[in-house]
């Protein structure tokens, strides 16, 4: 049999207004839906309107997870903002897309359009 193989996210959410915040979990959809929901009304990402999935990585470990969102709570803010801007310079929530249908894939490969 197939070995289970396990993923742990380090992720950043934003506000609108670029107030970070930093966490980890095993399941990143289900973590971030609560936030856009505004399901935990008293914690800090509602009271600041932190919705916004800007950045994550994937890991193997959890320890290699949580090890990373340690690194990067200690970093200064422009490192963090830098972070998130090497990647996705418009701060786009990376999470708007999930569950929306997508057009089946037709075999050909095109290059990316630019705006």
């Known amino acids: 049999m197939g070995e289970f193989v396990h993923v742990y996210y380090a ?8 107030r970070l ?10 973590r971030v839906r609560p936030h856009e929901e505004e399901f935990f ?3 800090f990402t509602a009271r600041y309107n932190i919705k916004r999935l800007v950045y994550y990585e994937r ?7 949580i090890a990373r969102e340690k ?6 803010r422009i490192k963090k903002v830098q972070l998130i801007i ?3 310079p418009d701060w786009r929530d990376l999470s708007e897309d999930w569950g929306k249908p997508t ?3 037709s075999g050909e490969l095109r290059p990316p359009t630019t705006f």
């Open 11 to 18: 992720y950043i959410l934003s506000s609108d207004s670029k």
């Open 86 to 88: 090497r990647t996705k």
């Open 103 to 105: 057009e089946p894939f």
């Open 41 to 43: 009304p008293n914690c």
């Open 21 to 30: 915040y930093i966490g980890v979990t095993s399941k990143l959809e289900k």
């Open 71 to 76: 690194q990067l709570k200690r970093r200064s």
């Open 59 to 65: 890991f193997g470990h959890i320890n290699a997870a």
